[in-house]
């Protein structure tokens, strides 16, 4: 029986040895033949005969074996050779994809993929390698090349004579001294038909015809109508709009049924906040009359559409200055002047007669040394330098140069400019793929 089990040892440690042998040898045999395959192919290239040394490569590259990654590096230079030639484009990109995938991937591969696309003008792809690069592995290289590359945008070639800011996904637009909305990058969809116009939320906007207020859908048809008569309106958000009847401001919700509460003047709501004024004193209040900030001040200082509250901070203005205050207490200031937070980024302060950059604690996060300047929106600050409007990135660098005579903020990937031929919509490559920044 003892004997019997030396015998079964001796055959198991013997079979083990064969194996290993075998793979030994078959390992060896794959390397060989991928070396044959690589040096059959360069005697091709030599003579620049690429489409006969391509299978060559493609064979030596398809083997999982010793020279697998000098095979893919011959045979994407293979490919380059014959790039114009229908096919190889793709081919390319698929091997490079392969490469991109592996767990081991470098930066490399994403590099190369990356200034591949930019050099063929495809740069909403060349940016999606970068990002898919800069969360593999985090190369400072990848960073750089996407910081100097994210911000490429393009232009609609659409104009209009005024639009607001963007809101959401929409923009107020005006062409021939009639009001409509466009989406964010400028496509008209409720016709210039209105003496005016509200933001567009929560499927309507509120307009004025002929002296007449009502809601309007997204196709024009009335979904309630005012029947106070109102001289003027603010813009609709947080299903709330100011509305000014017989010298009084009111709220009203989307069936534009006003409320009994009366302001001196009102703002548009942000996250369930407005600025108000009462008896001559400016506060903040909520959506169901409770003040955030109590109406005691000079002032509340509030953007182009009226909205003052955003990131839980709000610029008041008190003895000819502006402080912020985070939550319901001063957190910085005084300041010249200031423009309100956005959902994100930084706010626009001014000091000494220039603009810069604070966070909602105060702390100057960019210099103040810009002519004018609009708080963060999507990580780009619209600012003028030498008389024109561009943007900055949050690091203060400039993003897209000042060449604009007028700039609004960045919302939905994209920005209002206003050049010679009136106003037109840029936006931001890295959105056309709805990828977001």
Known sequence: MKRSKQVLICVACFLLLFSSWIVVINSKSTAER??????????????????????????????????????????KKAYLALIDTRGFRRKYTDILERQMSRKDAHSGYFAEAANFYLGISRIPEALAVLKR??????????????????????????????????????VQVQSDGLWGIATS?????????????????VDRAIVMANGEVYAIDKNCNRVARLHERASDFGNFADDRIPLLIGGTWYRAMGDLAPGTQAFEQIGMYSGGYAAACV???????????????????????????????????????????????????????????????????????????????????????????????????????????????????????????????????????????????????????????????
Not at 35 to 54: F, H, K, S, T
């Open 185 to 201: 990058d400028g496509l008209l969809i409720i016709p210039c038909e209105y003496e005016r116009i509200s933001t567009y939320s």
């Open 34 to 75: 991928q070396l044959e395959l690589m040096r059959q192919a360069a005697v091709l290239i030599n003579d620049g005969i690429y489409i006969r040394a391509v299978p060559l490569l493609e064979e030596a590259a398809g083997y999982n074996a010793r020279y697998t990654p000098a095979a893919e590096e011959e045979l």
């Open 133 to 170: 690069g800069i969360e593999a592995t985090g190369d400072e290289i990848l960073i750089s090349l996407y910081e100097s590359c994210r911000y490429a945008f393009s232009m609609n070639r659409t104009s209009y004579d005024q639009v607001s800011a963007i809101y959401g996904t929409t």
């Open 279 to 437: 008896d001559g004193k400016w506060g903040v209040i909520n959506t169901t009359s409770g003040w955030l900030i109590p109406a005691e001040y000079d002032g509340i200082i509030m953007d182009e559409l009226g909205r003052c509250y955003a990131q839980g901070s709000v610029f008041v203005q008190s003895g000819g200055e502006v402080f912020l205050f985070t939550g319901n207490r001063q957190t910085g200031g005084p300041y010249e002047d200031a423009r309100p937070f956005s959902g994100e980024g930084y706010a626009a302060v001014k000091r000494n007669g220039l603009w810069g950059f604070i966070d909602t604690s105060g702390t100057i996060m960019i210099d103040f040394v810009f002519e004018d300047a609009l708080s963060f929106g999507q990580h780009l600050a619209a600012i003028k330098q030498d008389g024109f409007w561009g943007y900055i990135s949050l690091y203060g660098n400039i993003a897209i140069e000042p060449v604009f005579i007028e700039a609004k903020s960045f919302c939905n990937g994209s920005a209002p400019v206003l050049t010679e031929r009136g106003w037109l919509f840029i936006t931001l490559l890295e959105y056309m793929r709805r990828q977001g920044l």
